[in-house]
T-cell receptor, first 112, second 117 residues
């Protein structure tokens, strides 16, 4: 069964304290892995797409990496405005376009 | 680019009422849109895929007569929750992909908080 597990469930950091969020997945052929940011009461905001192991994407303080079993979202020197829930989703080969399998997310809190 | 707008943001209504939620792609055309449901502290769960000009495809366990989907144009899909009951209270979110490739990212609206009294 295709599955996505994110850890930790919650993460509290001090401003400037770098860390990583984990997304482990089991899927019968990966078509793509997506990272989103979701603020309370809002829809997910697209961050990155990763398609193959070894691929990396960067945007400001965020860097996403991908292996055959997991993806990491590295946050360098976070700021309070980076506080949000970060969602990971995978799309399996053979699935319909809409069949994104989401993890439950990691709630990140960055204290000033 | 790739902006998806959803309306209304929140709805409070009595049990038995039908509620319509609109999802629009503002700066691109979307032949396919998606409807998700999210419970507190839970994952987004795909409910159905909305196809322009044809019937929606529903995920297993989702009642098609309960959740009516219409995708009448390339920029608008609607979800109608018919005869809503308290157990239908949830956060409903739509999304759409820009471009034709199947592995393009989905862009999400800001969701609709539905509360049935």
């Amino acid at each position: 069964e295709d599955q996505v597990t994110q850890s930790p469930e919650a993460l509290r950091l001090q401003e400037g304290e770098s860390s990583s969020l984990n997304c482990s997945y089991t899927v019968s052929g990966l078509r793509g892995l997506f990272w989103y940011r979701q603020d309370p009461g809002k829809g997910p905001e697209f961050l990155f797409t990763l398609y193959s192991a070894g691929e990396e994407k960067e945007k400001e303080r965020l860097k996403a990496t991908l292996t055959k079993k997991e993806s990491f979202l590295h946050i360098t020197a976070p700021k309070p405005e980076d506080s949000a829930t970060y969602l990971c989703a995978v799309q399996a080969k053979g699935g319909s376009q809409g069949n994104l399998i989401f993890g439950k997310g990691t709630k990140l809190s960055v204290k000033p | 680019g790739a902006v998806v707008s959803q309306h209304p943001s929140w709805v409070i209504c009595k049990s038995g009422t039908s509620v319509k939620i609109e999802c629009r792609s503002l700066d691109f055309q979307a032949t396919t849109m998606f409807w998700y449901r999210q419970f507190p502290k839970q994952s987004l769960m795909l409910m159905a895929t909305s196809n322009e000009g044809s019937k929606a495809t529903y995920e297993q366990g989702v009642e098609k007569d309960k959740f009516l989907i219409n995708h009448a144009s390339l920029t608008l899909s609607t979800l109608t929750v018919t005869s809503a009951h308290p157990e239908d209270s949830s956060f409903y979110i739509c999304s759409a992909s820009q471009g034709g490739a199947v592995n393009q990212p989905q862009h999400f609206g800001d969701g609709t908080r539905l509360s049935i009294l």
